[in-house]
C-alpha cells in the first residue's frame, strides 16, 4: 500500500469511528490532526492519548481511551503496512 493510500484509509477509519455520532463527514479537521500524529507517534498508547486530546480539544468532550487505543492500533497497523516493502 502506497502511503497516500494509507493515509486515505487512516481518513475513512477515523470517519466510520464517528466517536460523537455526528456524521461520517464531521470530523474532516481532526481526520487531518490524527493522521498527522500518527506519522509523529509509534507508541499506541501514546496515540490514543494524542487521539483523544485532539477530539476534547474539537468538541470539548473526553472520549474513552479504550475506544481511542482501538484505533489508534487500526490507524497504527495501516501505517506500518504502508511503510513496509516487498
Not at 53 to 62: D, G, L
Given at each position: 500500500?502506497?502511503?497516500s493510500q494509507?493515509?486515505?484509509e487512516m481518513i475513512?477509519?477515523?470517519a466510520k469511528w464517528d466517536p460523537?455520532?455526528?456524521g461520517e463527514e464531521f470530523y474532516e479537521t481532526e481526520a487531518v490532526d490524527v493522521v498527522q500524529a500518527v506519522y509523529d507517534e509509534d507508541d499506541p498508547a501514546l496515540?490514543?492519548?494524542r487521539i483523544q486530546?485532539?477530539?476534547?480539544?474539537?468538541?470539548?468532550?473526553?472520549l474513552p481511551i479504550d475506544s481511542c487505543r482501538e484505533v489508534a492500533g487500526?490507524?497504527?497497523y495501516i501505517k506500518n503496512s504502508s511503510s513496509?516493502?516487498?
Open positions: 500500500m502506497e502511503e494509507a493515509v486515505g475513512k477509519i477515523i460523537f455520532k455526528y496515540l490514543a492519548k486530546h485532539i477530539f476534547e480539544t474539537s468538541f470539548e468532550q473526553t487500526q490507524l497504527l513496509c516493502t516487498l
